[in-house]
T-cell receptor, first 115, second 110 residues
Framework: DTGVSQNPRHKITKRGQNVTFRCDPISEHNRLYWYRQTLGQGPEFLTYFQNEAQLEKSRLLSDRFSAERPKGSFSTLEIQRTEQGDSAMYLC?????????????FGSGTRLTVV | QKEVEQNSGPLSVPEGAIASLNCTYSDRGSQSFFWYRQYSGKSPELIMFIYSNGDKEDGRFTAQLNKASQYVSLLIRDSQPSDSATYLCAVNFGNEKLTFGTGTRLTIIP
């Protein structure tokens, strides 16, 4: 059990480019969550999966954002046509049972800077 | 709109004293409450959760919940410089996701 793993740790991209982040949850965890955190704010919910099914998406997740979790294992979060407002820490978390009951284990995050 | 409110601080506490962090939330029906610690540049780390009214103790940490007042707090006894961090309060409003406050920045003064 190596914890939740996120790659890359840092990403700098030019405005208008597409970026993709990867999250590998703790191996037996069937629930996976994506959050976004900007400076001075708490994490904001983006979306979550139970196994391979994406069960909820926040209104924050515009149509430029897409997340997948093929085969219920790792997940990817893609942002198309990045904007400067997308600069943030993108956090992935996983849990074995309903995360709202016992809390999540977060990964180290991917820090995105759009220039 | 379901909200979690925290005083952003900074809160400065002398080493060895008790640090008291407070959080209020908007939905009386909320069931579970969490405190996360976040060091600068790092991801949040779960330190405590509480479901029932009253106190829950874990080492130097005590979480206190008052559902009637919609109030949850975290006490840190014998504060250490390593406790300097941002403390995030999070609430489960009845579904899978947690709603976080903006966090309180705590500084322990040696």
């Amino acid at each position: 059990d190596t914890g939740v793993s996120q790659n890359p740790r840092h990403k700098i991209t030019k405005r208008g480019q597409n970026v993709t982040f990867r999250c590998d949850p703790i191996s037996e965890h069937n629930r996976l969550y994506w959050y976004r955190q900007t400076l001075g704010q708490g994490p904001e919910f983006l979306t979550y999966f139970q196994n391979e099914a994406q069960l909820e998406k926040s209104r924050l997740l515009s149509d430029r954002f897409s997340a997948e979790r093929p085969k219920g294992s790792f997940s990817t979060l893609e942002i198309q046509r990045t904007e400067q407002g997308d600069s943030a820490m993108y956090l992935c978390a996983s849990s074995l049972v309903a995360g709202g009951d016992y809390g999540y284990t977060f990964g180290s995050g991917t820090r995105l800077t759009v220039v | 709109q379901k909200e979690v409110e925290q005083n952003s601080g900074p809160l400065s506490v002398p080493e060895g004293a008790i640090a008291s962090l407070n959080c209020t939330y908007s939905d009386r029906g909320s069931q579970s409450f969490f405190w996360y610690r976040q060091y600068s540049g790092k991801s949040p780390e779960l330190i405590m959760f509480i479901y029932s009214n009253g106190d829950k103790e874990d080492g130097r940490f005590t979480a206190q919940l008052n559902k009637a007042s919609q109030y949850v707090s975290l006490l840190i006894r014998d504060s250490q410089p390593s406790d300097s961090a941002t403390y995030l309060c999070a609430v489960n409003f009845g579904n899978e996701k947690l709603t976080f406050g903006t966090g309180t920045r705590l500084t322990i003064i040696p």
